[in-house]
């Protein structure tokens, strides 16, 4: 599960090197030395990844990552950015919860890109497996389980509970649904329904509890059932 990287870097060699490593690591990475034409990549491609590296002087860095978070559609996608210690940028340290994590800043975008590729494994380890509600989801061996029972599933309904365990306080209409389905493959609204049907037959031929709620009127969302896994 690879991450669609986007990296942002002023400093053209550096950007160059980054990418190169990115790349050679399996990473699906491209980058951009103008800010203004990474907003227009973002908005089109939605990464689920961003390397901030230099800006032009004319940006601010809060004001541009702030932007860099509205664009993002997915709640999940990740902005690293880097530490300028030794430039003007190091009294903005008060920015820094802004961002996912903070790389140090190197003179070698090798090692820029080889920090930035150990942070992206550690999440995506980190986001193959969600536990909320009693319910825990793991991407890599696609099985759902809890309450002492274990399915398999497929890659439509873990785009599905991946959804509501990630925000389980949200009621998430058919749209929203269909859209969490289709970047695995094309669904039409209609589809919704069925896939909900089929994700709770086989958790109830599997020993589990219904995984999701309807909201009638509304939509679904995780069932609250008292328990929660660590």
Known sequence: MHDKILVIDAVEHRLRETVTVMQSRGFPACGTASADEAVGVIAHDQPNCIVLGDLPVRWNRRSYCELLRRLLSDPHARIFTVN??????????????????????????????????????AYQRHKARLSHGGFSLDMEDMRLSGF?????????????????????????????????????????ARSVDVYIKRLRS?????????????????????????????
């Open 148 to 188: 002492g029972a274990s399915i398999s599933i497929n890659p439509q309904i873990a785009a599905i509970m991946t959804l509501l365990m990630s925000t389980p306080e949200i009621i998430h209409d058919r749209d929203e649904i269909r859209q969490a389905i289709a970047r695995n493959r094309p669904v039409q």
């Open 202 to 230: 086989i958790a109830k031929s599997g020993g589990l509890p219904n995984p999701v709620e309807t909201i009638h009127g509304r939509g679904y969302r995780l069932p609250h059932y008292g328990l929660a896994l660590g």
């Open 84 to 121: 300028e210690a030794d430039t003007e940028n190091a009294g903005e340290r008060w920015f820094q919860p802004l961002f996912d994590d903070v790389l140090p800043c190197t003179s070698s975008g090798y090692c820029l890109g080889e920090i930035a590729v150990t942070l992206l494994i």
